[in-house]
C-alpha cells in the first residue's frame, strides 16, 4: 500500500524519525559502544533519567539478545535488531500526541490504520527498573514500547520520563509491507537480509554452541569485581561500563544453557546490586557537582 | 432536581484497571453522589447522574453534654458561628443543626476527595508528587446541568471539554451534562460499556461461527471506544499447527476470535477496515509462521530425540532433570498399576519441556507433546495420557478422560507433592508456589470421581527411595504428603470433616476407599446397626485404650465368665466378616458385621468386672477388650465422631 505512495526505506525511516525528535529538541546521540539488551541499558537513559536535570535524546541502538538468535534461518527471531530509543525527561503533558506525530513523520495515516495503546508494564529486573506504559500497536502490528520510569537502580525519580522504544525493524516491515526483516529494504538496491543473514548464522554459532563458558564466567566474576572498586573510587560512569559487561556476559551464560533456573535468579540480583550502587553514587555526584554555567 | 457528569479523561487504561474502576466507580461514588450510570472505556472513567440533590442533607453537629452548658456552651456556639440560644439539645448533648451546602458549592471538595479516592492494583505517577493513577490523567470535565463544576484534583482544572476519538474525534464541547452520552457518540465514541459488548457480539455473530476459548471478549470491551468488528483470513498451510497453538497465537497475543477454518475475527478501534484487515492478517502469518517454523524444527527433531534430551534440562534445584522425573513417574505408573499405554507416555509425558513451541506457548505443555506423540505414531491411548496429565488443573476443572491419563495425572501429582515435601518445600499460610493444594484436590478427584485406586502414602514412599536412588537433595521424610491429601480429602467430599478424619484410620489406605468409607459411615450414622457398632468400639476403648498391661494375646481358657466367652465367640465371628468385608469395600456389610459386638460388648461390661484381682485374668480381659477395639477399627477411629 505505500510502496505506491514511496514508503521509505530503513536508512531514510530511521533519518525521518531523527529529524522529527530533534525537532522536538532531542540531542541526537549515537549507539553505545558496550553489548546492551536494549536502548534502556545505554547511560544516556539509564543514567541520565536519574537526578534532576531535564534530558531529551533520541538514538539508534543495536539490541544484542543471543537467546533470541535462530542461526538466521527463522525470518521472525534475530539476536540483534535495531531500536529507536527517545527519552523526554520529564514528560511532556501531550507526549502521546507527540509520539503519534512522529508516525505520521513517516507516513503512517492515522486515521486510515487502527492505532492502539495496549497494556505493557515494563520492568528490568539486572537494572533494578519498572514502568507502566503500553505496546503500542498499528493494525495489529507492535511497533513501539511506550514507558513512563517509575525506578531506575532502585531509585525513585525525580521527573518522570516517558522512553518511547519504535522496533524499527517491525515499524519498516509495517511501512515497507514485507513479510519479514530479511526483505527489507535497508537502501536502495540492498535488503536488509544482505546486511544480516550471515551475521545471524556466525552470532548464532557462537552464542549458542561455542561461547567458551568458563572464560565467560570468570569474565562475570572480574567485571563484579572491576565495577565495586570503580565505585569505590567514585567513577560512576566507568563502573556503568562494567554492569553492562556483566549483563551481557550473563545473557551469553544463559543462551549458553549454562546457568540453571535458580542460579538465574541469583545472577540476576548480582547485576541489579551493581547497577543500584553504581545509581546511587551516579546521583551523589551529580549533587556534588559544580552546578551548570 | 440537577443532572451531574463527572469524567477522568485518561491515557488508554488497561481492562483490568478499567474494572477496578468501575467497582469503586459503582460501590464508592454512586452512593454519595446519587442513583446514576457508571461509563467505563479505555480514556474515560465517568458517573452520570440524571437527578442529584440540590442540597447536600443537614447535617448534626454535637456539643459538649447538656450538664455542662454553663461551662462550654458558650465556646461550641462561637466555634460553630451561631448564638447561643440557636444551640439544641438531642439525646442529652448540646448541637446544632448544620444546614446542608447548594450542591454546586458542595460538589469541588467532594468529586476531587472522590477521585483522590479511587485506587488500582497498580499504579503509576507522572509527576513526582502528583496523583497516583492507573495512567496519566489528562482531562477532567465536570458539569452540573449547564455549569461547569470548579473541580481541582493535583493541579488539573475540571472543565467543558471532553474529547472523542483520539485520531477522528478530537475535543468537543459538552454544554449541559444529559447530553454526554449523545455527545460522545457524535464524535465517535460508544461510552457505555454493555452497549461495546452488544455492538461487538453483534457484529461477531453477524460473521458467524466464532469462538472464544481463552475468553478476551470481557478484556476487548475495554480496549476499545469505537468498535468496529473485522475478519481476516490466513494461510490454509498454518492448519496443520496443532489448532490450540493457533488460537492461542489468535488469543493471547492479538485478543482474535477463532473463525471456522482459515479464518478469524478482531475487533478495531477505528481505521479504513481494508487496510486494517490487511494489516491484522500480516500480523497473524507472521506470527504463525513463526510458531510454525519453530513446530517444524520440533517435529523435525522428533518426540523421541526431545525425550532424550531432557537430562539437560532441570526439573526443581535439587530434584534432578526431567530425564529423572520421567523414571520416577514410569516407576510410580507402574504402582499404580498402569499398563503399557500409561508406561509409555509417563516417559514421554515431559518430553515436550525441550521443545522450542512450549517455551514460545508454555501454557500448552502436554497438548504439544501429545501433539508430538500422535505425529510419531504412537496409539492415541499414550497420546491421550500425555495431554491430560496436568488435569484436572484447577479445583473444579475437568478430569482426565482415559484410564492411562489418570493413572498419569495420579503419578504427576504424587511427584510433584512428594518432590516438594522432600526438599522442604511445604506449602505454608498462603504461599503454596508449587500449586501443592491444587495437586492434592486433583488426586483426590482423581480417586473418588475417576475411580483410581490411589495408595497415596505407599506411592510417596516409594517415590521417597527413588529420589534418593536419584542422589536428590532431600532434606525431609516426605511421610506426611498422605496427610497432607487427606486434609484436602476433608473438603473434596461432602461429608462432616469428622467422618473423613474417622476413615482415614481404618483399615483403608487407599484414597477413594478412604472416601467410600466415610460416605459410608456418613450416611448410617443414624442407624441402629452403626449405633451398636459404634458402642463396642467406644466402651472397649474408653477403659482398655487408657489402660496399660494388656496381654499379647487372647488366651480364651482364661475366661472364667459366662459374659466374657460370649464376647470372646461374637468377636471369633465378628472379626473376619468385618475384615473380609472392608477389603471388599463393602462397608455397609462391615458395619452390620460390627453391630454384632454391640450387645456382647454392653453385656461384658454389665457382668464381667475387667479389673480382676488376678493379674492374668486381668491382662487377658483388657486384651479382649482392646481386639475387639481393633476389629471393629477397621471402620475408622469412630471416637472421633460426635454423638
Known amino acids: ?293 | 432536581m440537577p443532572s451531574l457528569l463527572v469524567e477522568i479523561g485518561c491515557e488508554e487504561l488497561p481492562a483490568s484497571a478499567c474494572r477496578e474502576a468501575q467497582a469503586q466507580l459503582r460501590e464508592q461514588w454512586l452512593p454519595e453522589l446519587g442513583e446514576g450510570a457508571v461509563l467505563v472505556g479505555p480514556r474515560r472513567l465517568a458517573v452520570l447522574v440524571p437527578e442529584v440533590p440540590e442540597h447536600e442533607p443537614d447535617r448534626w453537629v454535637q456539643g459538649p453534654p447538656e450538664h455542662l452548658r454553663e461551662q462550654a456552651a458558650a465556646g461550641f456556639a462561637r466555634k460553630q458561628g451561631v448564638s447561643e440560644d440557636e444551640l439544641e439539645v438531642r439525646d442529652g448533648f448540646l448541637g446544632v443543626v448544620v444546614p446542608g451546602r447548594p450542591i454546586s458549592e458542595a460538589l469541588p471538595e467532594k468529586l476531587a476527595a472522590l477521585v483522590e479516592s479511587l485506587v488500582f492494583g497498580k499504579s503509576m505517577i507522572w509527576e513526582k508528587n502528583g496523583l497516583r493513577f492507573s495512567r496519566p490523567v489528562r482531562w477532567l470535565c465536570a458539569k452540573l446541568d449547564r455549569a461547569t463544576v470548579k473541580v481541582e484534583v493535583a493541579g488539573l482544572q475540571a472543565g467543558h471539554l471532553t474529547y472523542g476519538h483520539r485520531f477522528t474525534g478530537g475535543e468537543v464541547e459538552l454544554s449541559r451534562a444529559d447530553e454526554y452520552v449523545e455527545v460522545l457518540r457524535a464524535a465517535g465514541i460508544e461510552p457505555v460499556q454493555d452497549e461495546r459488548r452488544h455492538l461487538i457480539l453483534e457484529g461477531l455473530d453477524a460473521i458467524g461461527g466464532w469462538r472464544d476459548p481463552a475468553g478476551v471478549l470481557e478484556e476487548v470491551v475495554f480496549l476499545v471506544e469505537s468498535p468496529i468488528v473485522l475478519a481476516g483470513r490466513f494461510d490454509e498451510r498454518f492448519l496443520e499447527l496443532p489448532p490450540r497453538v493457533v488460537e492461542t497465537a489468535m488469543q493471547s497475543h492479538q485478543r482474535y476470535f477463532p473463525l471456522e477454518g482459515a479464518r478469524f475475527a478482531f475487533v478495531a478501534n477505528g481505521g479504513d477496515p481494508n487496510v486494517v484487515i490487511s494489516g491484522n492478517e500480516r500480523v497473524l502469518e507472521g506470527r504463525l509462521e513463526d510458531a510454525h517454523f519453530t513446530f517444524e524444527r520440533d517435529v523435525a527433531k522428533g518426540i523421541e530425540k526431545l525425550a532424550e534430551e531432557l537430562g539437560a534440562i532441570t526439573f526443581v534445584a535439587g530434584a534432578g532433570s526431567f530425564a529423572e522425573k520421567a523414571a520416577r513417574l514410569q516407576e510410580l505408573v507402574a504402582a499404580l498399576g498402569g499398563g503399557e499405554a500409561s508406561q509409555e507416555a509417563a516417559r514421554l509425558a515431559k518430553a515436550d519441556q525441550g521443545a522450542e513451541l512450549v517455551r514460545e506457548f508454555p501454557d500448552l505443555e502436554g497438548h504439544i507433546g501429545a501433539e508430538y506423540a500422535r505425529l510419531a505414531g504412537f496409539p492415541e491411548g499414550v497420546c491421550a495420557a500425555i495431554e491430560e496429565h496436568y488435569l484436572p488443573d484447577s479445583a473444579d476443572g475437568p478430569l482426565p478422560q482415559t484410564e492411562p491419563g489418570r493413572v498419569l495425572a495420579a503419578a504427576e501429582k504424587v511427584d510433584n507433592l512428594t518432590v516438594a515435601f522432600a526438599l522442604g518445600q511445604r506449602p505454608t499460610g498462603s504461599r503454596d508456589p508449587h500449586g501443592l493444594r491444587r495437586a492434592a484436590i486433583g488426586l483426590c478427584r482423581i480417586a473418588v470421581e475417576g475411580g483410581l485406586q490411589i495408595d497415596v502414602a505407599a506411592l510417596a514412599q516409594r517415590d521417597h527411595g527413588l529420589l534418593v536412588q536419584q542422589e536428590a537433595e532431600v532434606t525431609d521424610d516426605p511421610a506426611d504428603v498422605a496427610d497432607f491429601v487427606f486434609e484436602r480429602l476433608e473438603g473434596v467430599l461432602d461429608v462432616p470433616v469428622e467422618f473423613v478424619r474417622a476413615a482415614r484410620a481404618g483399615g483403608v489406605t487407599e484414597l477413594g476407599a478412604v472416601a467410600e468409607l466415610a460416605r459410608t459411615l456418613a450416611a448410617e450414622a443414624s442407624s441402629e446397626a452403626f449405633e451398636q457398632a459404634y458402642v463396642a468400639f467406644d466402651r472397649a476403648n474408653r477403659l482398655a485404650g487408657r489402660t496399660d498391661g494388656a496381654a499379647a494375646t487372647l488366651d480364651p481358657s482364661l475366661a472364667t465368665d459366662e459374659a466374657e466367652r460370649a464376647l470372646i465367640e461374637a468377636l471369633g465371628q465378628a472379626s473376619p466378616q468385618i475384615e473380609a468385608a472392608v477389603a471388599e469395600h463393602d462397608f455397609h456389610a462391615a458395619i452390620a458385621a460390627a453391630a454384632e459386638l454391640g450387645p456382647p460388648v454392653d453385656r461384658f461390661f454389665d457382668e464381667v468386672l475387667v479389673m480382676a484381682e488376678d493379674q492374668r485374668v486381668r491382662a487377658n480381659r483388657l486384651r479382649l477388650l482392646l481386639d475387639v477395639r481393633d476389629a471393629v477399627g477397621a471402620l475408622g477411629d469412630l471416637s472421633q465422631i460426635p454423638r
Not at chain 1, 545471524?200 to 568458563?214: G, K, L, T
Not at chain 1, 540476576?268 to 552546578?291: D, G, T
Open chain 1, 1 to 293: 500500500m505505500f510502496a505506491s505512495m514511496g514508503a521509505p526505506n530503513f536508512q531514510e525511516m530511521i533519518a525521518l524519525l531523527q529529524r522529527y525528535w530533534a525537532e522536538e529538541g532531542c540531542v541526537l546521540m549515537q549507539p553505545f559502544h558496550t553489548e546492551v539488551g536494549a536502548g534502556t541499558f545505554n547511560p544516556a537513559t539509564f543514567l541520565h533519567c536519574l537526578g534532576p536535570e531535564p534530558w531529551r535524546a533520541a538514538y539508534v541502538e543495536p539490541s544484542i539478545r543471543p537467546s533470541d538468535g535462530r542461526y538466521g534461518e527463522n525470518p521472525f527471531r534475530f539476536q540483534q535488531h535495531y531500536q529507536l530509543q527517545v527519552i523526554l525527561k520529564p514528560a511532556p503533558e501531550d507526549v502521546l500526541d507527540r509520539y503519534f506525530a512522529s508516525l505520521e513523520s513517516v507516513g503512517i495515516d492515522l486515521q486510515k490504520h487502527d492505532v492502539r495503546l495496549v497494556e505493557d508494564d515494563w520492568e528490568g529486573p539486572t537494572l533494578g527498573a519498572w514502568g507502566l506504559g503500553w505496546e503500542v500497536w498499528v493494525d495489529g502490528m507492535e511497533v513501539t514500547q511506550f514507558t513512563y520510569f517509575q525506578q531506575l537502580g532502585g531509585l525513585e525519580l525525580d521527573l518522570i520520563p516517558a522512553e518511547i522504544t519504535y522496533g524499527l525493524e517491525r515499524l519498516a516491515m509495517f511501512l515497507q509491507d514485507t513479510r519479514t526483516a530479511f526483505e527489507l529494504e535497508w537502501a536502495p538496491g540492498v535488503a536488509w537480509g544482505d546486511v544480516y543473514r550471515e551475521s545471524e548464522r556466525q552470532w548464532s554459532i557462537y552464542n549458542f554452541d561455542v561461547a567458551p563458558i568458563d572464560v565467560l564466567m570468570r569474565r562475570f566474576g572480574e567485571h563484579e569485581v572491576e565495577c565495586r572498586e570503580l565505585v569505590e573510587l567514585g567513577l560512576p560512569l566507568p563502573a556503568y561500563d562494567q554492569v553492562l559487561k556483566c549483563s551481557h556476559v550473563f545473557n551469553l551464560l544463559d543462551a549458553r544453557g549454562a546457568i540453571s533456573v535458580t542460579e538465574r535468579a541469583s545472577y540476576i540480583a548480582r547485576v541489579r546490586n551493581l547497577a543500584r550502587r553504581v545509581a546511587e553514587l551516579y546521583v551523589e555526584s551529580l549533587s556534588l557537582a559544580e552546578p551548570a554555567g
